[in-house]
């Protein structure tokens, strides 16, 4: 993150590849659907929309030629490995025999096939400082922190439990009344009673319908679930959601647990990992939703990321599994503001580095500056001395370009995030053989870790540290005032993270060939 660039005067020297685009006035009227759905793959200079260059890429630099098969390891909360558009992408285990209740390749993981599920049959889980506070005072300034964030993250979600509460109500009225579980708003408005109870709940929902729009429905469900998963289990200090695990994630010599199912259609939290998969992977040019980054890919699904803060362990066994069997990428879509045993993930970063692994992460999307604020997992003690130099952070940005062109949920850090990438309505692969918009930083780290792996597939004599400063140096210089964080504050997007740019896949493959084909010429010692 910090700035420790190549010191090869030849990558120096080929920086002036990130300027070649001319800056064309942004795009002012609406995306089409077709732009809106693979906006990230567009161009700035053609398109008018600052995505990351990827068609052309493909069009220009690596149209005719064969690149390697990279394996990108997915740490998240599980993958739909049967999804149409991801199947065939799926990572092997052909050392292992499936479902043999063996461990055939004797690493520690019985039949793991497909990957491995660090969470066994749990789903839910407390926050990182619910777990601290429920260990009691230690009297440190970091429980009294602890204190009032919980107490500040708990009074802005309970107020609106009053609100979930009345529309839950209502709305079970409704689906009572027609008999049904989907209804629209006309279905409301032919609603001829004088009950009052059913009047009084075709009111409460006509009032939601118009101001969420004609997917009222899914809202509801989306708000419902946020509220309730929030006091129920995330910051419900009585919760303990590990207990299924039935290991002690206190232990990280522990290690004999979880299982081989890292897709579930009984668990409803593979949605995410499945998006972030399919940003990566899903089939292009397959008249089949949106199209993944990079071609020549495997996806190692690795759940280990709860509805709610993932553990210490599991993230950095995870990042271990994942580099053992082989993958040359790794993207971790997550984030906590609490990490009791953040050396455990260092002590894994650096396992990665010395086996030449990229691992490219979510920056987090509270807004917040994370110079001054916490967001691991991160790759510093100290916010300054960086201890590796093959972990990537990256924030999100959207497809106007303009002074808003940074999400306003992203994160942001003139020093601890190295790049942005588009992460607003990016449309990818959801379980059921389905497709979704989602954003968040979440969707902006799967992007770049797509453009590394077609690097690493195209230019597999890079190394990790080299491509993450390709990757930063032939980034689209921003040279603007943004807007940043919830409160707006304006800074020059200079200041947003050490690059000062946003990743341009055609740039960093241009310089990627350029400094490969070098590497290729030097006399071998």
Request: some cysteine; proline content about 4%; overall charge negative.
């Amino acid at each position: 993150m910090k700035g420790l660039f190549i010191s090869f005067i030849s990558l120096l020297s080929m920086t002036t590849v990130a300027q070649e685009v001319r800056v064309p006035s942004f795009k002012k009227t609406p995306l089409t659907e077709e732009q809106q759905q693979r906006w990230s793959h567009l161009d700035l200079e053609t398109d008018s929309i600052p995505g990351m260059s990827v068609d052309k890429a493909y069009s220009e630099i690596l149209k005719g030629k064969k690149g390697a098969k990279i394996l990108v390891g997915v740490i998240d909360s599980g993958v739909d490995i049967s999804h149409p558009d991801l199947k065939s992408v799926i990572w092997t285990n052909k050392k292992e025999v499936p479902n043999n209740g063996k461990d055939d390749d004797k690493n520690g993981y019985t039949d793991d096939v497909h990957g491995w599920n660090f969470l066994g049959n749990s789903n839910n889980e407390t926050l990182e400082l619910v777990r601290y506070l429920r260990k009691g005072n230690d009297g440190s300034a970091l429980y009294l922190k602890a204190e009032k964030d919980f107490e500040k993250e708990y009074n802005e979600v309970f107020p609106y439990k009053e609100t979930v509460d009345l529309l839950a109500d209502a709305d079970k009225t409704i689906r009572e009344h027609l008999k049904k579980d989907n209804y629209t708003k006309e279905d409301l408005n032919n609603i001829a009673s004088v009950k009052y109870e059913l009047f009084k709940s075709k009111r409460i929902m006509l009032a939601y319908a118009e101001d969420t729009g004609d997917d009222f429905k899914a809202k509801l469900e989306e708000f419902k679930e946020y509220v309730y998963d929030k006091l129920n289990y995330n910051l419900n200090k009585e919760f303990d959601g590990r207990k299924l695990v039935g290991d002690n994630p206190d232990d990280i010599n522990d290690k004999k647990y979880g299982n081989n199912i890292v897709y579930s259609k009984d668990r409803k939290d593979s949605s995410h990992g499945t998006h972030v998969a399919g940003i990566i992977a899903q089939q292009r040019n397959n008249n089949l939703g949106g199209d993944g980054v990079s071609t020549n890919v495997e996806i190692l699904p690795i759940r280990a990321v709860p509805n709610g803060d993932e553990y210490d362990k599991d993230i950095a066994l995870a990042i271990r599994y994942a580099v053992d069997n082989g993958a040359k990428v790794i993207n971790g879509s997550f984030g906590k503001d609490y990490s009791p045993h953040k050396e455990w993930v260092w002590d894994a970063m650096k396992y990665a580095e010395s086996k030449d692994v990229l691992i490219v992460l979510a920056a987090g999307n509270d807004g917040k500056n994370v110079d001054v604020e916490p967001n691991y997992p991160e790759d510093t003690p100290d916010k300054k001395t960086e201890l590796v130099n093959n972990v990537i952070k990256v924030g999100a940005i959207n497809y106007n370009y303009g002074e808003g062109i940074v999400a306003d949920f992203s994160n942001y850090g003139a020093e601890n995030v190295d790049v942005f990438a588009p992460g607003v309505k990016i449309y990818a692969t959801i379980p059921g053989g389905k497709y979704k918009y989602e954003q968040g930083t979440s969707m902006a780290s799967p992007n770049v870790a797509g453009v590394a792996a077609l690097i690493r597939s195209y230019y597999p004599n890079l190394k990790a540290n080299q491509v993450k400063q390709i990757i930063m140096t032939s980034g689209m210089a921003i040279n603007l005032d943004v807007t940043v964080g919830e409160n707006g504050l304006s800074i020059p997007f200079s200041k947003t993270c050490i690059s000062g740019k946003i990743v341009n896949a055609y740039n960093a493959l241009k310089m990627a060939e350029e400094l490969s084909n070098q590497i290729k010429k030097e006399p071998k010692l």
